[in-house]
């Protein structure tokens, strides 16, 4: 198993430039996320999804859009890019827990966005 | 212990001395925790985890102590070794935002050989 993926690895965009994150996973996870991390910080969650076919907004969601239309995929997208969102973007995805909150989470590698 | 910010505390210990990471959390009603490893360049990876129901849990050279009365984590790291070299996050389970994993800012870890 490949466990979570995330492509491109690196990117340079433009103020206002578009592009679109891909993330996908092949342990049958029904939850995914996408979290951004910045320096000194820890990991904060941008949008969610509980499912094939939803999506939720997370802490930080300005900005951003997705979309989870394969169980296997979860796609991260910016309209028109900002400096301010220069980061590492990862992806992570888990299973359903049973009656009690168990949610570890399986990070994909990140993806190094610099918005000039 | 953690911090918000741009400079995280820092842990340095001697090879083969066992470490204790710190992590203090925010919400009582918090059911499930975890202890994830960052090494330069990669994702986060699962070390270990607790529940809420218990006070202590030991993997692997590691054990993870949780005390509810002050909302406080430690990771603990028996004969600490180069490949330990890294950034510890610990994440507290809320159930809004899907079961969301809310993460400390982080503690990094230097092994000194």
């Known amino acids: 198993n490949a466990g979570v993926t995330q492509t491109p690895k690196f990117r340079v965009l433009k103020t206002g430039q578009s592009m679109t994150l891909l993330c996908a996973q092949d342990m049958n996870h029904e939850y995914m996320y996408w979290y951004r991390q910045d320096p000194g910080m820890g990991l904060r969650l941008i949008h969610y999804s509980v499912g094939e076919g939803t999506t939720a907004k997370g802490e930080v969601p300005d900005g951003y859009n997705v979309s989870r239309l394969k169980k296997q995929n979860f796609l991260l997208g910016l309209e028109s890019a900002a400096p301010s969102q220069t980061s590492v973007y990862f992806c992570?995805?888990?299973?359903?827990?049973?009656?009690?909150?168990?949610?570890?989470?399986?990070f994909g590698p990140g993806t190094r966005l610099t918005v000039l | 212990g953690e911090s918000v910010g741009l400079h995280l505390p820092t842990l340095s210990v001697q090879e083969g001395d066992n470490s204790i990471i710190n992590c203090a959390y925010s919400n009582s009603a918090s059911d499930y925790f975890i202890w994830y490893k960052q090494e330069s360049g990669k994702g986060p990876q699962f070390i270990i985890d607790i529940r809420s129901n218990m006070d202590k849990r030991q993997g692997q050279r590691v054990t993870v102590l949780l005390n509810k009365t002050v909302k406080h984590l430690s990771l603990q790291i028996a004969a600490t070794q180069p490949g330990d070299s890294a950034v510890y996050f610990c994440?507290?389970?809320?159930?809004?935002?899907?079961?969301?994993?809310?993460f400390g800012a982080g503690t990094i870890l230097r092994v000194k050989s």
């Open positions: 992570a995805s888990s299973y359903i827990s049973g009656k009690s909150s168990y949610n570890e989470q399986f």
């Open positions: 994440a507290e389970n809320r159930k809004e935002y899907g079961n969301k994993l809310v």
